[in-house]
């Protein structure tokens, strides 16, 4: 009862997009994206400065080894 086959999922698809028609499909999938977008962009807004300071702390112990 909880197993879809592709049968079942080509049916919801043709279903949804009976309902909702083509064009509030594309829209939506097109918001998804920006909001996609957006959140890698803030991602990898963080990840620069917490290796900053990583690589500044190995820059200090590299100069203490030496």
Not at 6 to 15: E, M, N, S, Y
Not at 38 to 61: A, E, I, Y
């Amino acid at each position: 009862m909880g197993n879809i086959g592709w049968t079942g999922i080509i049916i919801i698809a043709i279903l949804v997009v009976i309902l909702f028609g083509k064009g509030k499909i594309s829209s939506i999938m097109g918001d998804l994206a920006k909001g996609i977008k957006s959140f890698k962009k803030g991602m990898s807004d963080d990840n620069p400065s917490s290796n900053d300071t990583s690589d500044n702390n190995s820059d200090s112990s590299n100069s203490e080894n030496k």
